[in-house]
């Protein structure tokens, strides 16, 4: 990979062991596509404990040539959930189903850049890292922080317009923006308007 695997855990002590296969599941996956740019894992559980006890969550993220593949496991609040491990198992397979079918749909495409469309910010999770933009096509487009070309994720607000190349729509959160790049709108300033000769 040309980033180095993130891990996150959030209200989950980090443990090597867990990390180690994390890192051997992501190993498999380079195998499978090994131009993958980057991967992001985020491992959850819930703050307090319940009469069933913690129930994980796990997000994978993988960045491939013009998409993020993205892929979230145990928020079903199933009690197989309870296992950390089963959990991992369960969104690596569905990960690795996903790389499968984006590596076969890419073999058929030529090679072309998407058209850019302009659109508007309507929803934004700063803590979680990822938005959706409406479309002048009038859909509604998944991003991630990763999408953003230019300024900071963090800078971003609400109706902010910005210019976006859709990657695709067979992912299971449907289509989404390989690039996002702020725009503003253009304004007139007589200050500065040519002087005629």
């Known amino acids: 990979m040309q ?4 891990i996150a855990f959030t209200h989950v002590a980090p443990s090597d062991e867990i990390k180690d ?3 051997d599941k992501i190993a498999h996956l380079e195998k499978i596509y090994d131009g993958i740019i980057s991967a992001h894992v985020q491992i959850r559980a819930p703050h307090q404990r ?3 006890g913690n129930l994980f969550s796990v997000t994978i993220e993988l960045r ?3 998409r993020a593949l993205v892929v979230r496991r145990g928020q079903d609040k199933a009690a197989r959930h309870e296992h950390l491990r089963v959990t991992l198992r369960e969104a690596f397979a569905a990960m690795e189903v996903a790389l499968r079918h984006w590596k076969d749909t ?3 495409e030529v090679k072309s850049h998407g058209a850019t469309l302009q659109g508007e910010i309507v929803q934004l999770d700063l803590a979680r890292e990822f938005g959706q ?3 002048t096509d009038n859909r509604l487009i998944y991003f991630h922080k990763n999408s953003l070309v230019d300024g900071a994720f963090g800078d971003l607000r609400l109706h902010d317009k910005v210019a976006l190349v859709v990657g695709g729509d067979d ?3 449907g289509p989404h923006a390989s690039t996002v790049r702020p725009i503003t709108a253009l304004s007139y300033d007589p200050a500065t308007k040519p002087r005629s000769r």
Do not use: D, M, N
């Open 171 to 173: 992912s299971v959160i």
């Open 3 to 6: 980033i180095p695997l993130e």
């Open 106 to 108: 890419a073999k058929g």
């Open 50 to 52: 319940h009469q069933t």
């Open 64 to 66: 491939v040539p013009g």
């Open 133 to 135: 933009i409406l479309a």
């Open 21 to 23: 296969l994390i890192a």
